[in-house]
T-cell receptor
Framework: GQNIDQPTEMTATEGAIVQINCTYQ??????LFWYQQHAGEAPTFLSY????GLEEKGRFSSFLSRSKGYSYLLLKELQMKDSASYLC????????????FGKGTSLLVTP | DTGVSQNPRHKITKRGQNVTFRCDPI?????LYWYRQTLGQGPEFLTY????????KSRLLSDRFSAERPKGSFSTLEIQRTEQGDSAMYLC???????????????FGQGTRLTVV
């Protein structure tokens, strides 16, 4: 199985930048995903990394280092609507193609 | 097609009763996943199908849980003799793939919130 760790809660100010870290341990790494989930709603896809480096997508970027078992999600120009839970998920070929999720990081954006 | 559809959205049942949930994936998605999520936690994997074949089941999935995808399209998840600990949000997701690998994300439905009283 995987150990996926991410901070439980973070707070940031509107307009600022925030970085949410995720560390994982897996034997058959086949991709890391970030999802956003607002309270009471379904998770929605944000980003996917399978090779080392930075993937940029508008205000959101995601970084991966496979050798360190580490990823981060970077959110720029924070908006109030970015207040949500951010889920890090890893796919491991040794346990099928399902995503295994961390517990999520609850981000609160304040005025 | 507007995405993954789940019903019912909410279900309240008495302990010991059986419940069944339905998931309609995005058309032509060949992979379908069931997850369970409790408050403050990430989704926990339960089982997944490729077409009609159930390829993997989590150890979390007790004998009271059964899932089917008879024609490789919609899927049902049944919980028999429900317990209070089964109260959770049950999420369905689907994705497409070719060959042995996939680089596409899974799309989630809105979930079925189960409350066992």
């Amino acid at each position: 199985g995987q150990n996926i760790d991410q901070p439980t809660e973070m707070t940031a100010t509107e307009g600022a930048i925030v970085q949410i870290n995720c560390t994982y341990q897996t034997s058959g790494f086949n991709g890391l995903f970030w999802y956003q989930q607002h309270a009471g709603e379904a998770p929605t896809f944000l980003s996917y990394n399978v090779l080392d480096g930075l993937e940029e997508k508008g205000r959101f970027s995601s970084f991966l280092s496979r050798s360190k078992g580490y990823s981060y999600l970077l959110l720029k120009e924070l908006q109030m609507k970015d207040s949500a839970s951010y889920l890090c998920a890893v796919r491991d070929l040794n346990s099928g193609y399902a995503l295994n999720f961390g517990k999520g990081t609850s981000l609160l954006v304040t005025p | 097609d507007t995405g993954v559809s789940q019903n019912p959205r909410h279900k309240i049942t008495k302990r010991g009763q059986n419940v069944t949930f339905r998931c309609d994936p995005i058309s032509e998605h060949n992979r379908l996943y069931w997850y369970r999520q409790t408050l403050g936690q990430g989704p926990e994997f339960l089982t997944y199908f490729q077409n009609e074949a159930q390829l993997e089941k989590s150890r979390l999935l007790s004998d009271r849980f059964s899932a089917e995808r008879p024609k490789g399209s919609f899927s049902t998840l049944e919980i028999q003799r429900t317990e209070q600990g089964d109260s959770a949000m049950y999420l369905c997701a689907s994705s497409s793939s070719t060959g042995e690998t996939t680089n596409t994300e899974a799309f989630f439905g809105q979930g079925t919130r189960l409350t066992v009283v």
